[in-house]
């Protein structure tokens, strides 16, 4: 079973930043494409942002953080983040990342419902 853990939420006033990270233990993130996602309550799942394996590095974002939300790797570090500017109340939910072999998916997708293993969650609010 993959092992992720989110890390870098917290309370922010809107137009601040935050930089999420997600971690992975007993594997190399490499070779998975990973995908960002959220979900604030009352709500579903919502596909912030994606980046696939090394290998080619392709990357997605949803309509809703073009231009604001940054996704990245860093292999040395074993470790995907999620760099978010100008963040709006709307921005509000816990945000997961979540993996899927490279082997079982050609390229990271913003659909929540292909990948298999995610982490805890970290909390982000936006709030003045």
């Known amino acids: 079973q993959l092992q992720l853990v989110e890390s870098g939420g917290g309370l922010v006033q809107p137009g601040g930043s935050l930089r999420l990270s997600c971690a992975a233990s007993g594997f190399t993130l490499n070779y998975y494409h990973i995908l960002w996602f959220r979900q604030a309550p009352g709500k579903e799942r919502e596909g912030v942002s994606c980046i696939s394996s090394s290998s080619s590095g392709t990357t997605d974002y949803a309509d809703s953080v073009k231009g604001r939300f940054t996704i990245s790797r860093d292999n040395a570090k074993n470790a995907v983040y999620l760099q978010m500017n100008g963040l709006k109340p709307e921005d509000t939910a816990v945000y997961y990342c979540?993996?899927?072999?490279?082997?079982?998916?050609?390229?990271?997708?913003?659909?929540?419902?292909?990948?298999?293993?995610w982490g805890q969650g970290t909390q982000v609010t936006v709030s003045s």
């Open positions: 979540a993996a899927k072999s490279r082997l079982l998916l050609s390229v990271c997708v913003l659909s929540t419902g292909r990948y298999d293993s």
